[in-house]
Structure formats: structure tokens, C-alpha cells
Nanobody, 125 residues
Framework: VQLQASGGGLVQAGGSLKLSCAAS????????MAWFRQAPGKEREFVAG????????YYSDSVKGRFTISRDNAKSTMYLQMNNLKLEDTAVYYC???????????????????WGQGTQVTVSS
């Protein structure tokens, strides 16, 4: 499946952004989905994951309580609402799809079959 991430930008610390990930498939509801991020010089890390139905969500400790992952299967789109952004949230954010769809919230990049191109989020002081 092809994924297109959007919504990144420059925001001040404490501000908010909402990322979107549009999927080019009619079977979007069969995919578990996730957001990852990669800061300069660091490895790509898990941010949030969501089950195929949207009924189960998972977060890294660093974003829990500030970020909310959601999906709209009718629109084949996943979202990441990011509130109270911090300087350390600066990174390229990637959406990812797991075609097995059985288990959500997997934190290793190799578990995911397809990736979006990434969208830059920069938080300034």
C-alpha cells in the first residue's frame, strides 16, 4: 500500500500539529498502522500505533498524554494529533502499515511492510 504523510511544519514549543497519513487502498481497515519518527543522528523510533478497528491504541512513554492516534477507515486515513509539543519532538515523522493486521502497537520497524515518505516536524523555543 502507498502511504502519504502530511501536516508537518514549524511550531513553537507548547503548540499543536495534526499529521495525516492517507493510504491508497480499499482494504485500509485490514491494516494495523503506526507512526514512527527519526531525529537527526538517531534511530527511527515508535511513536504510536493503532489496531485495524481503531479500538486499541499504543503510545511510547515520551508522547503518552500529549499525542493521540486515530483513524478513519472510510477515508483510508490515519491521524496523529500532537499537543504540548516539546523541542525533543523535532523529527521526521513516518507512517507505517502492517499488512498482517493481527497485532497492533508493534515497536520494531521490521514489523511494517509499507512506509510513507515522512513529514518534518520542527519545534522551536
Amino acid at each position: 500500500v502507498q502511504l502519504q504523510a502530511s501536516g508537518g511544519g514549524l511550531v513553537q514549543a507548547g503548540g499543536s500539529l495534526k499529521l495525516s497519513c492517507a493510504a491508497s487502498t480499499d482494504s485500509f481497515s485490514s491494516y494495523a498502522m503506526a507512526w514512527f519518527r527519526q531525529a537527526p543522528g538517531k534511530e527511527r523510533e515508535f511513536v504510536a500505533g493503532i489496531s485495524w478497528s481503531g479500538g486499541s491504541t499504543y503510545y511510547s512513554d515520551s508522547v503518552k498524554g500529549r499525542f493521540t492516534i486515530s483513524r478513519d477507515n472510510a477515508k483510508s486515513t490515519m491521524y496523529l494529533q500532537m499537543n504540548n509539543l516539546k523541542l525533543e519532538d523535532t523529527a521526521v515523522y513516518y507512517c507505517a502499515a502492517d499488512g498482517s493486521g493481527v497485532v497492533a502497537g508493534l515497536k520494531d520497524t521490521y514489523e511494517y511492510d509499507d512506509w510513507g515518505q515522512g513529514t518534518q516536524v520542527t519545534v522551536s523555543s
